[in-house]
């Protein structure tokens, strides 16, 4: 099994910013970093939707139009963590966000291409 917990949500101005980190943990999970990992949000009412991955070296990363250029993935191979700075936080990016495990290497963006998720942490961005 993996467990994945994510850590570092809360409220904030719109213009502040957060750092999450996702924290991976299991005995089978024995090459975190043969695996891409990804981050998803989901705001009430609506489905949960992509916001950035990373490959399992962390050399690549992709990310969703509508938080190119304010949030960063990153990943510490050496702690089994991963994170995601966001920076210029809009009251639009208030959600839950999740951190996964991706099922293979590259760069995916579709939620059925992960099969471990975490609990999820809220964000909360105030105008």
């Known amino acids: 099994q993996v467990q994945l917990v994510e850590s570092g949500g809360g409220l904030v101005q719109a213009g502040g910013s957060l750092r999450l980190s996702c924290a991976a943990s299991g005995r089978t999970f024995i090459s975190y970093s043969s695996y891409a990992m990804g981050w998803f949000r989901q705001a009430p009412g609506k489905e949960r939707e992509f916001v950035a991955c990373?490959?399992?070296?962390?050399?690549?990363?992709n990310y969703a139009d509508s938080v190119k250029g304010r949030f960063t993935i990153s990943r510490d191979n050496a702690k089994s963590t991963m994170y995601l700075q966001m920076n210029s936080l809009e009251p639009q990016d208030t959600a839950l966000y999740y951190c996964a495990k991706a099922q293979t290497s590259g760069l995916p963006v579709l939620r059925r291409q992960y099969d471990y998720w975490g609990q999820g942490t809220q964000v909360t961005v105030s105008s």
């Open positions: 990373i490959t399992g070296s962390g050399g690549n990363m």
